[in-house]
């Protein structure tokens, strides 16, 4: 594990004085190099349900937790670090603030793509899950306000760490901190660059963009109302992708849907996974990538990246777009 002689004690909490959050008493996390607060969220007497168990049988296991919600996510300064080297040492620190394990899991073991999109996780750039490689845990301790749980995600890009905590319960609602939100710095990491529909991005931007951990949306594509067919035409972004999985055989990337919040939820998760499964197929059957490299799945509504009350804004959230999800042996 690289280290740093900076160490950065975080209490964790709501509100941000001079770099150093503020929280719930008697918890305290250190990291062992550089970290921002990207963004944080507070929510009074809330109802959340915590993930306890792995995504299988269609549904993830949870208990529902109430009290007050506070949500950071940090990114830290840990190129070099595993996901595993992050996780022991802030577990260390949170069972000797006298928190006990309730489950903890690994990537595949969690159940991959659809533990990550069906917990709660910040959205981008504030809070990166690399899909094929990130670790989770929920603990809970006994607190003089009542039970206090938590919930930790652990993931990272090629040039950072990244840890996102959920805590609930505590203190009552009177004492309550204030919600605040911090923005994230400025940097060189870049969420969702996207392929221009009049030209096609060279396949090592394509490359860069992806292994840095970032999502590419496929602008260009276009569909009927309704319809989970591609239409008809040439489409400059996917000749790109193609272009660069056929240059690199070892890779291989995950095709997600989403949709805007109209209609059910049952039938918009249906769509967007027909939509990114006929891309999909485009690519294998137009375009020559080998079926192995590409997978499609969908997440409907879930991840909007713009406001669903504007038809611009449901137009945006309407995409298809690329993730880096595995290296082939």
Not at 59 to 77: F, M, V
Not at 146 to 158: A, H
Not at 204 to 233: C, H, N, P, Y
Request: aromatic share 6%; charged share 15%.
């Amino acid at each position: 594990m690289k280290t740093s002689p900076l160490h950065v004690a975080l209490c964790l909490c709501a509100g941000l004085s001079a770099g150093v959050l503020h929280a719930a008493p008697q918890l305290t996390l250190q990291f062992p190099a550089a970290a921002v607060a990207t963004m944080q969220r507070s929510e009074a007497l809330a109802s959340f349900r915590l993930p306890i168990g792995p995504f299988q049988n269609g549904q993830i296991a949870s208990e529902l937790t109430e009290g007050n919600l506070h949500q950071t996510a940090w990114r830290i300064d840990l190129p070099d670090a595993s996901t595993l080297e992050v996780t022991n040492a802030l577990r260390a620190q949170i069972t000797a603030a006298g928190f006990t394990v309730m489950f903890e899991c690994e990537t595949q073991a969690c159940g991959g793509y659809d533990f990550r999109y069906g917990s709660d996780v910040l959205a981008e750039p504030d809070m990166h899950v690399d899909l094929g490689d990130f670790r989770y845990m929920a603990a809970q301790r006994a607190g003089p306000d009542g039970r206090e749980y938590l919930g930790l995600m652990v993931s990272k890009s090629p040039e950072n760490a990244y840890v996102q905590l959920t805590q609930i319960g505590g203190a009552s609602a009177a004492n309550a901190p204030t919600p605040a939100v911090t923005p994230a710095q400025t940097g060189n990491f870049s969420l969702k660059p996207t392929v221009a529909p009049d030209a096609p991005k060279a396949d090592t931007d394509i490359g860069k963009t992806l292994d840095l951990g970032a999502s590419l949306v496929l602008e260009d594509l276009v569909f009927g109302s309704g319809s989970a067919a591609l239409s008809e035409g040439s489409y400059p972004s996917l000749a790109a992708l193609a272009q660069w999985l056929q240059a690199n055989p070892d890779k291989a990337v995950t095709l997600v849907g989403h949709t805007d919040a109209s209609g059910g939820m049952a039938s918009n998760i249906a769509l967007s996974k027909k939509r990114a499964e006929s891309v999909r197929q485009s690519l294998i059957a137009q375009y020559g990538v080998g079926s192995g490299q590409v997978s499609a799945n969908g997440v409907g509504p879930l991840a909007p990246r713009a406001s669903n009350q504007t038809p611009e804004g449901q137009q945006q959230n309407r995409r298809v777009e690329v993730v880096l999800t595995s290296t082939l042996q």
